[in-house]
Each structure stands twice: as structure tokens, then as C-alpha cells.
């Protein structure tokens, strides 16, 4: 009879890792578990925010906007002028490197912004930003000077001014006879890093169609020296009225294009101006960060494209901001320093940006949303 020895010691490896199996558990010690104490105040915000949830269902996450930890640069006061000469910088000029942002005033504008900055690192060129009115073509140039005044730009714009002038300011002649834009490029000729900033700048060219092309060469020994950079913002429509046909000015002045920003980012952009309103108004919106959100996510949905007054021509993020601020001003105008639901309620109840049918068949969905709350106002009177 043959014997099987591979059979054999396949059948004993197999009893011996039966019997190392076998060790009794009890034999390994057991670990106790740890005790965490959790904060009531951790146990009561998770207790708010599952509360919330249950309440309005789910929103978008919106992570609040992160401090910056870039201490601002310093920015010196501008120079002053010489005696006896008039200084149109400091006459009109509004320096937004010096003003204080309470946040990002760009917020959810990266990709804007940094076409605008490679479009100003680029020798003899300066941009144009374009647009629908009201979708924030300002506040990326208050994010740029936001930028700079943090040094959150390439070394070659650090220390850079940006200086808005309005537009009406430069039309027109001083009682002597000066001409004002002659005197501010004068003045920009003498200045160093200096981004000059000129809102619906289209009435620039509009006002004088004959001199339009003198308007654009105008900056031209500043924007060969490198050291004046030039940022105009119009509507889309002015642009290709106006601009689009002046070759002089399309040479010297890169457009950018700037989108409506979609739901999420309107969102992320109400999140963002909350605390500026805030500031602004010396009033605080009550309630849970997560509650908030959806106080926002409610004012970005009644205003999407198609339940806006067509006329007004609003879009994001304004026609939403205006609502929001609404609420704001009827609680400052009960001497309030919270702004409540019922508040909300109302500013949505009055709104002029919105069809009224959309705020009649909004209004119910609200209540049922937001019923909790309102109920802990008292109700709807």
C-alpha cells in the first residue's frame, strides 16, 4: 500500500493552524473603552444642526470663507500734490488698496482673477471686463485690490495702487479750461505702480465717438513704460456698441469675459457678503450657520433666471442681494439688532425683482420650510 506523504503533512499543517485557531479569547486582554467628554456646547450644535436638517431638509454645503493668514501690506497714504496743483487722483480717485474688507469681495472669482492679473503682467496690455449689469464686474476689482493688500499677488504687482475714478468725473473741463482727462493722465505719468480703475468706461468713448482713438492712445507712453495699467468694466452690450469697433482701443485693452455666477457660487457669494452686511448695518442674521445656508439657497432659488422681472435686467448675484438686504433694513428700521424669519418672510413678500405669481406660489413653500422658526416669532400676523 502507498503511502501519501504529501497528503500526510498537508492534513498536519492543517490540524496545527486548527489548534492556534482554538486559542481562547478570553486570554487577550480587552481594551476598556475611553470616555470622551463631549462639550455641551458641541452636543447642542450637533442637536441644532440635525434639528435644522430635519427642518429644511438638505442644502448645499457651503464651507464658511477661510481667514486669510497673510498679515495686509501697509499701504502709505498717496503722495501729496504739489502746491497749487490740482490733483485728480485725490479730487475722484477712491484708492481700494486702502479701504478695510471685512471679506473676500471676490469670492468664487479665481478664474477671473487670474486672467486679470496675467492680462496686467503683460507688457503694453490692459483689460476690459464685460458683462450683464450686476453679476459683480466691480467686485473682482476690489478682489484684486483685496489681493494686493493682503500679498496674495506675484511679486511683479506687489506694491501696486488700485485707484477707481468715476467716470463722470473725467468728462468735461476744469472752470479753467483744462481738460480732466488730460490732467489725470498728467498725474499717471508722474505715478508708479498705479492700476487705474474706470467703471462703464464706454461713456468714455460714447461722449466723444470723433476722439475715441485719441482716449486710447492716450495711455500709451504709460502702458510702454510698464508702470500705468489701465482696468475698465462695461455691460456686454456697451461693449460691442461702443468698443468692439475701435481698433486703437482693442489693441491695447484685452477683453474679459465675466459669466453670470451659477447657483452654487450666487450661494457661496451670499454666504461671503453676509458678514459685510452685517457690519454695514450693525444687525446680525440669527440662527445656525447651517440655517443661514438655507435662508440663502431659498433667496438664490426665487430669483433663478426665469422668475426675475425681466425688465430690471438683474441677475446674480444682485438680484439675491438685494432681497437679502431687504430683510436687513426692516429690522434696522424697528431698531432691531436681529434679523428674524419674519424679516426674511417680508423682504421675499415685497420683493420688485421677482414676478409676483413666483413670490404667491413661493411664499406657501416658505412657511412650510421655515415653520419652526416662524413659529418661535410668534406666527404670521
Partial sequence: MAIDIQAILRKVVAERNDADRQIEIKDVPKEEPVQVEVPVEVQQAKVDNQKSKDEVGVVPIIEPEKADTIPAVPFPPDPEPEPGKFSMLRSFGENYCQKTYITNPAIGRDEELQKLILVLLTPEKSAILTGKPGIGKTAIIEGLAYRIEQGNVPDALKGFSVINVKTASLLGSLPNGESRLQLLIDELKEREKTILFIDEIHMLIGATAES?????????????????????????????????????????????????????????????????????????????????????????????EYRRVY?????????????????????????????????????????????????????????KTFASLIAEEGGLH
Avoid: W
Fill in 212 to 304: 475715441s482713438v485719441d482716449f486710447a492712445n492716450i495711455f500709451k507712453e504709460g502702458l510702454g513704460r510698464g508702470t500705468i495699467k489701465v482696468v475698465g468694466a462695461t455691460t456686454t452690450e456697451e461693449y460691442e456698441r461702443y468698443i468692439l469697433r475701435d481698433k486703437a482701443f482693442t489693441r491695447r485693452f484685452q477683453r474679459i469675459e465675466v459669466a453670470e455666477p451659477t447657483r452654487l457660487q450666487t450661494i457661496r457669494i451670499m454666504m461671503g457678503t453676509l458678514p459685510k452686511i452685517e457690519k454695514q448695518t450693525g444687525a446680525k442674521l440669527k440662527y445656525s450657520y447651517y440655517m443661514q445656508t438655507a435662508i440663502m439657497t431659498f433667496y438664490v432659488d426665487l430669483t433663478s
Fill in 311 to 367: 425688465e430690471l435686467g438683474s441677475r446674480y448675484p444682485d438680484c439675491s442681494l438685494t432681497i437679502l438686504k431687504q430683510a436687513f433694513s426692516y429690522a434696522v428700521f424697528d431698531n432691531r439688532k436681529e434679523v428674524n424669519i419674519l424679516d426674511v418672510r417680508k423682504s421675499i413678500e415685497n420683493s420688485k425683482g421677482v414676478y409676483p405669481d413666483v413670490i404667491r406660489k413661493e411664499l406657501p413653500r416658505f412657511d
